[in-house]
């Protein structure tokens, strides 16, 4: 999402060193070299599909997938290249490639970068404390996501990736096309035990239904994962959709992955982007999570060696009170995301958190 790869011009740094910014140290910038695949008549009129006819929402799959692919070096997704598309791999890389010239403190999809390394890492740990029992994994929102290709922490695990039809339809065709392919078939040996495509939109009242009528058990350990989703709803159906994950924390050991905006991150685009939460570790535990985690990037558990520059954007609204909405210094607005991590079972009590600041 365009949100992901937003950073202030004001804040560029000269000659500072590229370990800083999270890239590698080596200052050659080697050109950007695309798989074969993309090439393919097949690939090639999916992503011309994509361009033409997706909207912003669809699109910000696509554009997923290409910072996870050009920010290789910490994330590995060997399937991201062929899911994102020649045109949002160029697109990023040109200004990836721009920013490294201009010694800028945020380098263009770090942010996304910590966002998939943070979810990756609280996914695992998820999967680990359930101490080995039957667990599954519900991806809402998974658009170009390839996570039960490349975690091998899923391999007794059963994956649902819930999304529109058209996305998922292109998606399997675009994996189809890469399955046939000699040389990225080993690229496709899928890591998770089981994976589900759910045609469904989340805004319906029915996706529930359709989830469960494509296997998912309700008493079995979920974990929820609502990677760049929410802020998408409106509010009555974010909501709705976190209502209903809460609800399964009376049947079963449930996990809620999320990442959150606060308010001014809205205003980036307020054609896009709707739903915010500026407290969500005082609003989860009122739908019914007993446990919730909230980190900032550049908290030490979000930051993964990428965000050392202490005068970083990430890192100057750390050192702010939550509670402002715009920076004291320069009147700019404070635009955070939360990456938040709350847990429920049966018979856990609900701690009382009192009144939101």
């Not at 000659?15 to 393919?40: A, F, I, Q, V």
């Not at 996870?68 to 399937?79: C, E, F, N, T, Y």
């Not at 307020?270 to 900032?296: A, C, E, I, R, T």
Request: proline residues 5%.
């Amino acid at each position: 999402m365009h949100y992901l790869f937003k950073k202030k011009k004001s804040l560029w740094l000269r000659n500072m060193s590229d370990h800083k910014n999270g890239m590698p140290e080596d200052r050659t910038w080697p050109e950007l070299k695309l798989p074969d695949l993309l090439y393919t008549d097949t690939v090639r009129e999916l992503h011309a599909a994509i361009e033409k006819e997706w909207d912003s929402l669809w699109r910000s799959a696509c554009q997923t997938a290409a910072g996870r692919a050009l920010w290789k070096h910490v994330v590995h997704d060997p399937l991201a290249e062929v899911l994102a598309g020649e045109t949002y791999m160029r697109s990023l890389y040109d200004k990836i490639k721009k920013d490294r010239l201009n010694n800028a403190r945020e380098i263009s999809g770090v942010i996304l970068a910590v966002r998939t390394l943070w979810f990756d890492s609280k996914l695992e740990a998820a999967l680990n404390a359930f101490d080995g029992g039957e667990a599954q994994v519900v991806l809402l929102g998974a658009g170009m996501d390839a996570r039960a290709y490349r975690l091998s922490c899923l391999k007794e695990t059963n994956v649902f990736e819930v999304d529109f039809p058209e996305v998922l339809q292109t998606k399997t065709t675009i994996l189809q096309a890469s399955a046939e392919s000699t040389n990225e078939h080993q690229h496709l040996m899928m890591t998770a035990k089981s994976l589900t495509r759910v045609a469904a939109d989340i805004r319906d009242s029915d996706w529930l239904e359709k989830l469960q009528m494509s296997g998912f058990v309700p008493e079995k350990n979920t974990v929820w994962v609502l990677e760049g989703i929410l802020y998408y709803l409106s509010h009555s159906h974010a909501m709705e959709v976190l209502k209903i994950i809460a609800d399964y924390c009376t049947l079963t050991h449930t996990v809620l992955l999320a990442d959150f905006m606060n308010k001014p991150s809205t205003t980036l685009s307020n054609s896009m982007f709707h739903f915010y939460s500026d407290w969500p570790d005082h609003l989860l535990p009122s739908l019914g999570f007993s446990d919730v985690k909230l980190s900032q990037i550049g908290d030490p558990d979000a930051h993964f060696g990428l965000l050392h520059d202490p005068l970083n954007l990430f890192n100057k609204l750390r050192s702010l009170p939550r509670s402002l909405q715009t920076h004291p210094d320069d009147g700019t607005p404070c635009c955070r995301l939360y990456l938040v991590q709350a847990s429920g079972s049966p018979n856990q009590k609900i701690p009382n958190r009192g009144n939101s600041p």
